[in-house]
């Protein structure tokens, strides 16, 4: 036994719609207090788990006492997860905890390191400003450090990169312990904010934009982030007011929505709240949104999705939905079904199809029996049986849409895809597949910026089109 050297678990869909823990992870070197876990990111057939707590290099020498490590591993053909390499950054320090927060796209890797002093050639020393770290996969196999990212106007104590995601070539980093607004001005303590970077053509990351809440406040933590293709999410779980600013509630919460416009700037678009909101809920302490669809948890909510069935910090989530207009509106509240006092179910993680929800100190198994104190616990659902109404044209969902080139097609229950075909603006097909046994699919589009036409024929000899905007 070693005291919090932490663990990963791989859980996979077998295609009938039944979850399964495939493998438990752990690191090649563990050792107590790693903290190995906490932060995971997967994409296709790798994954990224960081232990923020580690001492050594990636040679397993230097120690420095929580300077931090990031595990890849990949998924082989066989199906199973192996480590492949072990990263670290290039100037790590004594208690930066590189591994403070890990997500994917593509060829990159992200790593946040909260705690890290230094500017992005290790200098100019301020106290826990933060740091994120980029790693370029070669085509060996082998990831690199490619770069170094700081805010622009970085200060003492902002933790930046304390939330973090990435979505084609934009990558957003969030700093709930900001405390200036987007002109580095008019203080308000821990107010938080968001940047956007953006990678440009000779493959450089770059700050593009400072985000900050429109009626942004002190204490409000606005910071927790997620990106899809042009749409930022960012919760602020500490705001007091609703999305008109008014019936002030302490710790209530909220979630601001960004879109990026024709010109490449990004607008704040939205503020919602929770139809059941309470003081304490903090709403949006974790947020991610895929298409049109956003989920917000609130980990200390006490009621049930019916409002009813009182259980101090047992928590919740709830389903928001973009309008054509851009407006999003609640449409849903999930909860545990064996919900008990101080579950706090309500981190998460939404890819379209599947809400996972985890409660850590839940202390039944999935029977709901053998107690294990805070033992924790992962709930799933599906965007179906969660009852929200999809697309009404065919009855299918399709998203996101405009995308980045990766669209996933959600069809109706009884409905199978026999085969597609994408055609360019010009008619001309540029690609087509088949055969398939799901009722999603996804689909890349590899062509240029532009709009494309999807055709759908179905296995009961039905034909569904989509036009898809694809846009970087």
């Known amino acids: 036994m070693l005291n919090q050297a932490g663990a990963a678990f791989i859980i996979e869909n077998d295609g009938n719609g039944n979850w399964n823990t495939k493998q438990k992870l ?91 002093s230094t500017d992005s050639i290790g200098g100019n020393f ?9 790693f370029k996969k070669d085509g060996s196999g082998v990831w690199k450090q490619h770069q170094k990212l700081i805010a622009s106007d970085r200060k003492a104590n902002d933790e930046f990169g304390s939330s973090i995601d990435a979505s084609g070539k934009y990558l957003v980093l969030g700093t709930t312990k900001h405390s200036y607004d987007a002109s580095g001005s008019n203080y308000m303590i821990n107010s938080g904010a968001a940047y956007v970077f953006e990678m440009n053509g000779s493959g450089m990351w770059k700050e593009v934009k400072k985000l900050v809440a429109s009626d942004r406040k002190a204490d409000a933590n606005f910071g927790s982030v997620s990106i899809d293709s042009n749409i930022i999410a960012v919760g ?24 990026r416009d024709g010109s490449g700037n990004w607008k704040e678009t939205d503020k919602v709240v929770h139809n059941d909101r309470k003081t304490g809920d903090k709403l949006a302490i974790n947020v991610t949104v895929s298409g049109k669809y956003a989920v917000a948890g609130a980990q200390f909510n006490d009621y049930d999705q019916d409002g009813a069935s009182y259980s101090e910090d047992a928590g919740a989530a709830y389903i928001f939905e973009r309008n054509s207009n851009g407006t999003w509106s609640e449409i849903q509240k999930i909860a545990a079904s064996d919900r008990t006092a101080g579950d706090a179910f309500g981190r998460l993680a939404f890819n379209g199809t599947s809400i996972i929800i985890g409660a850590r100190w839940q202390d039944t198994d999935s029977k709901g029996s053998n107690f294990i104190s805070s033992a924790g616990a992962c709930y799933i659902f599906d965007l179906k049986s969660t009852g929200i109404k999809k697309d009404p044209a065919n009855d299918i969902a399709c998203y996101p849409n405009p995308t980045n080139g990766e ?40 062509e240029p910026d532009g709009f494309y036409l999807i055709k759908i024929e179905t296995e009961d000899g039905g034909m569904i089109s989509k036009t898809i905007l694809k846009t970087r």
Not at 126 to 134: D, F, L, P, T
Not at 241 to 256: E, F, H, I, K, V
């Open 236 to 259: 602020a779980p500490n705001e007091t007011t609703d999305g008109n600013g008014s019936n002030s509630l302490t710790g209530a919460g909220a979630a601001y929505f960004y879109e």
């Open 126 to 134: 301020v106290s826990e400003a933060g740091a994120c770290y980029v």
């Open 26 to 116: 752990v690191a090649s070197d563990r050792r107590a207090n790693d903290v190995f876990g906490l932060f995971v990111a997967i994409d296709g057939n790798y994954a990224a788990v960081g232990a923020y707590g580690h001492d050594f290099d990636a040679n397993g020498a230097n120690n420095l006492e929580a300077a931090g490590a990031v595990y890849v591993f990949k998924r082989n053909s066989s199906g199973q997860w192996l480590e492949v390499q072990k990263v670290v950054a290039s100037d790590r320090s004594i208690g930066d905890k590189f591994g403070s927060g890990v997500t994917m796209s593509g060829d990159y890797l992200f790593v946040s390191s909260t705690k890290n």
């Open 407 to 446: 669209i996933l097609i959600d069809l109706s229950n009884n409905l199978r895809c026999r085969n597609y075909a994408i055609y360019n603006a010009a008619g001309q097909q540029i690609k087509s597949g088949g055969n398939f046994d799901s009722n999603i699919i996804r689909i890349t589009i590899p």
